[in-house]
């Protein structure tokens, strides 16, 4: 009963705030509906019983992409105006588009008899008693260790290959010199003066 | 699982990896002066990878419950990788100190190093997951080495067009791997091999076809090919031969692995696109690199004819085939290597690279040695007889011949009469044309040592090689069958 009725919550709130997501103007409420619209997919999920999808939903769509989203929406001047001046030479493809997916939401209607997807007969079903992270966890750190090494290196490549291709040493920089900060004296930096009144101070 | 024996068996790539990651951070805190001794323990650690070889890394098997595998076949491929990636870190600095500008980082040393084991994992894989991480590992760093030099708009552009296209066929061989993975249930090759072997589907054919896809891209086999010369022509010229030696090796490597091991029942389904895949770019290969008028890019469509070569060993898909291509791979990288080393000495009189074959002319009066040099590579490159080039080939249409490909062999031998054109006209540019001026003179010991060295192997003297070489690599084709 209560998973019906949080089924039913999450499921119109995702309609909703996807909905929302396309329609408002601002698009910086766009990104704060496309996060609630995730928030309430990854309740879905949970309610499946795929908790690391849920989870990874939060931690990578909401956390990391969504929040970038905002960023990149608020940083840039990106004018909506001139995006949408393109909208009459585009929307013919944007048509086609739109009924390639349409159909694609028939055929998926389509194979509603074909009934529920049978998770018990997939070809490497979870382990008993154990819940999905635990056993990804398990693969992933015994028998899969040495691909996830490897792929340990591939990000580490990714970050070295943005600072070569990015940095340069620039002249002029001031940088912080902490311990100077910190040796300061407050009789180095500061006066105490006595101005006469009506004259001002003397620098 | 035994993970002391997973992990001896591991030993090449946990060697690279961690020497890769300490000499990062000595590089990190050391900066660009400490270039010269990150550059020589980078060889150091290299030669330290190859020593490891000779433990468990070559005859341990399966480890890592069939992830990697540690058998002769990767050893001998990782052997070629090694020297190769070592080469390519020991004619940087000379060729970065004199350009304009960018100059050599420490970083360039460790990139190949994390390569070199992206290829280990490669040429090693046991499972579909190995090859693309292996695969990612050795491209990515690969696009950075590209567009190293920042400031030359040929390196970034190299860089760019290297990265777009190599994101393009990894999405290729992804859609291929989920395909496979689909429909046979597995990643590991072996399981592969089974539902390969238990009758035809559609979905395991479509899936076979995009992996090939893919490989054939890293390999740039025709009609994969088209970023080959442009990132050739546009990376620094020792990051080039490091494109056309050491990923060159581990590329076909994993095809020949992929091909037997994973789809070896399928032999038939995969025969017909090696095969158009080879006989593509012998012929193309040939073709276009007549009009070519700088030297980076001739070489560059003389490894795309090269890849077809190797491929007419593969499409014989026996012991014998898969031997020839160990053959040809090895004599491959020597001409190669050699080849770009002589480019790295084209310097016009203020120390500036040229690349252009009309400055090559006259080489045999100015630089007599380096035309003589140049000469044996460029003869051997188009077989002719006495040099190692021409057993190569041997080899391959041998192989060919033997498994009934008979036409392929014979429209091969005819290509490669094509070939041998735009070969011989760089020699006769140097030897007949009257003299360009001279490229500067230098006293690159450790490059004209290696030129001397790989001339060497090329040469009739190579002949005491090629007996304990059909030994290596028979050894070595064994283990994948």
Redesign the interface.
């Known amino acids: 009963m209560i998973a019906a009725i949080a089924f039913y919550l999450f499921a119109a709130v995702v309609l909703l705030s996807g909905a929302m997501t396309i329609t408002s103007r601002n698009p910086v409420h766009s990104v704060l509906w496309l996060i609630l619209a995730f928030f309430n997919a990854a309740g879905l999920m949970l309610l499946c019983g795929a908790e690391f999808i849920a989870m990874l939903l939060i931690i990578v769509y909401v956390g990391a992409v969504a929040v970038l989203f905002l960023f990149v929406v608020m940083m840039l001047d990106i004018d909506f105006a001139e995006l949408r001046a393109g909208f009459v030479r585009y929307a013919m493809i944007g048509l086609a588009f739109a009924v390639l997916l349409a159909a694609e939401v028939v055929i998926a209607l389509l194979g509603w008899s074909a009934g529920g997807l049978k998770l018990d007969q997939r ?1 490497a079903p979870t382990p008993d008693k154990m819940s999905n992270i635990e056993a990804i966890g398990h693969l992933l750190y ?6 996830f ?3 340990g ?2 990000l ?3 970050m ?2 943005a ?3 990015t940095h340069r040493a620039r002249g002029g920089v001031k940088g912080q010199k902490i311990s100077r900060q910190v040796a300061r004296r407050p009789q180095d930096a500061t006066r105490n003066m006595q101005p006469p009144v009506g004259q001002g101070v003397e620098l | ?1 035994d993970w002391i024996a ?1 992990l001896q068996a ?1 030993l090449p790539e946990l060697v690279l ?1 961690v020497g890769a ?1 300490a000499l ?1 951070l000595v590089a990190a805190w050391g900066g660009q002066g400490s270039t010269r001794a990150v550059s020589w323990t980078a060889v150091a650690v290299l030669l330290g990878a190859g020593i490891a070889l000779a433990g468990p890394a070559s005859y341990a098997g399966v480890v ?2 069939g ?2 595998r540690a058998d002769a076949f990767a050893a001998f491929a990782k052997v070629l990788i090694y020297v190769a990636a070592a080469v390519s870190i020991v004619i940087a600095p000379r060729f970065f100190a004199r350009g304009d500008g960018d100059s050599l ?1 420490p ?1 360039y040393p ?2 190949i190093l ?1 390569s070199a ?2 290829m280990g ?1 490669m040429v090693s894989a046991g ?1 579909l ?2 090859l693309y ?2 695969l ?2 050795q491209s ?2 690969a ?2 080495l590209a ?2 030099m ?1 400031r030359d708009q040929r390196s970034a552009e190299a ?1 760019l067009k290297y990265f777009v296209l190599g994101a393009l066929a990894s999405g290729i061989l992804l859609y291929g791997i989920s395909l496979v993975y689909g429909f046979s ?2 990643t590991l090759f072996t399981d592969i091999a089974t539902a390969y072997g238990a009758g035809k589907s559609l979905g395991l054919t479509f899936g076979l076809v995009f992996v090939f896809a893919g490989l054939a891209f890293k390999m740039s086999a025709v009609p994969f090919h088209m970023w080959t010369p442009d990132v050739y022509e546009g990376a620094p010229t020792p990051v080039t031969a490091f494109f056309a030696s050491a990923p060159k090796v581990a590329a076909v490597a994993l095809a020949v692995r992929v091909a037997i091991e994973a789809m070896g029942p399928a032999v038939a389904e995969w025969r017909q696109i090696v095969i158009f895949a080879s006989l593509a770019s012998i012929i193309f290969g040939a073709v276009a690199a007549i009009g070519q008028k700088n030297v980076k890019r001739l070489l560059a469509y003389s490894s795309i004819n090269n890849v077809g070569f190797l491929l007419v060993g593969l499409a014989a898909g026996t012991q014998e085939g898969v031997s020839s291509v160990l053959i040809y791979l090895t004599i491959y990288v020597a001409m190669t290597l050699g080849g770009f080393l002589i480019v790295l000495q084209m310097r016009d009189a203020e120390g500036n690279p040229v690349e252009t074959i009309d400055s090559l002319s006259g080489m045999s009066e100015t630089r007599p040695g380096l035309a003589a040099a140049m000469a044996v590579f460029m003869f051997s490159l188009a077989g002719i007889p006495p040099l190692l080039g021409f057993f190569a080939k041997l080899a391959v249409f041998q192989a060919a011949v033997d498994a009934g490909l008979f036409p392929l062999a014979v429209v091969g031998f005819v290509a490669s009469v094509i070939g041998a054109y735009y070969y011989l006209r760089i020699v006769k540019v140097m030897y007949f044309d009257s003299p360009a001026p001279a490229f500067q003179r230098s006293n690159a010991l450790v490059e004209y040592g290696l030129i001397t060295v790989l001339a060497l192997f090329i040469s009739p003297v190579g002949w005491f090689a090629l007996k304990p070489l059909g030994v290596a690599t028979m050894a070595a084709a064994k283990a994948l069958f």
């Open positions: 070809i015994s028998h899969y260790l040495f691909v090494e490897g792929a290196l591939v580490l490549v990714a070295i290959g600072i070569v291709l | 699982m997973s591991t990896s990651l990062m890592f419950d992830l990697y980082h970083e460790v990139l994390l084991a992206g994992m499972d997951l190995t991480v292996g990612e590992l990515l760093a696009y950075v567009s190293f920042r860089g249930g597995t």
